[in-house]
């Protein structure tokens, strides 16, 4: 079973601010890797899938990298709306069961 | 544009049984896997269960193997999930989602608002 680590838990950060979050498989997942993004009392939205493809919508300055077990999310200049909280999840194996367990990103 | 629409969710004593339904519309609902993910009070996404494009396809998570079923219907273009053997940690707020393909492992690009579950006495 694959277990995905995101980190940090939270992040506290200020508008404008380049914010990154981080995404580790236990073993490799290739680049089949999505993130969603979730805000209060919504369901959450996809964001990046294939680790670095931006999905329908998606601003510009939400961007996706890495490969195999180590994966970032980069938000370059934090907006308001922005304050949520971030998923991965692998897509490698069958069942796609496994998320991370989260990143909350915060206003400080 | 796709939505996803849940509807079921109540308050139920454990041991009891609920069928939750998600009507489909904006996508060729026969063309994709589909899935529930659920969410705890609070807590972050857990995968339940998939039905591949024509229904045969079928997978769940260990915990609810054995007590949920999963179902479609594509000429109504609808999902369903079947639980029996509520538990309380079965209590969550359940998405149903469009899985990104026909087969194989996907990623989640359309979810529903939820329907909530609340396994109590």
């Known amino acids: 079973e694959i277990v995905m680590t995101q980190s940090p838990a939270t992040l506290s950060m200020s508008p404008g601010e380049r914010a990154t979050l981080s995404c580790r498989a236990s073993?490799?997942?290739?680049?089949?890797l999505a993130w969603y993004q979730q805000k209060p009392g919504q369901a959450p939205r996809l964001l990046i899938y294939g680790a670095s493809t931006r999905a329908t919508g998606i601003p510009a300055r939400f961007s996706g990298s890495g490969s195999g077990t180590d994966f970032t999310l980069t938000i370059s200049s934090l907006q308001s709306e922005d304050f949520a909280v971030y998923y991965c999840q692998e897509y490698n194996n069958w069942p796609p069961e496994t998320f991370g367990q989260g990143t909350k990103v915060e206003i400080k | 544009e796709v939505h996803l629409v849940e509807s079921g969710g109540v308050v139920v004593q454990p041991g009891g049984s609920l069928r939750l339904s998600c009507a489909a519309s904006?996508?060729?609902?026969?063309?994709?896997?589909m899935h529930w993910v659920r969410q705890a009070p609070g807590k972050g996404l857990e995968w339940v269960s998939l039905?591949?494009?024509?229904?045969?396809?079928?997978d769940y998570r260990d915990s609810v193997r054995g007590r949920f079923t999963i179902t479609r219907n594509n000429n109504e273009d609808s999902l369903y999930l079947q639980m029996v053997g509520l538990r309380a940690e079965d209590t969550a707020l359940y998405y149903c989602?469009?899985?990104?393909?026909?087969?194989?492992?996907?990623?989640?690009?359309?979810w529903g608002r939820g329907t909530l579950v609340t396994v109590s006495s």
């Open positions: 989602v469009k899985g990104s393909g026909s087969g194989g492992p996907d990623y989640f690009d359309y």
């Open positions: 039905i591949g494009w024509n229904g045969y396809s079928t």
């Open positions: 904006g996508f060729t609902f026969n063309d994709y896997t």
């Open positions: 073993q490799s997942v290739h680049s089949n």
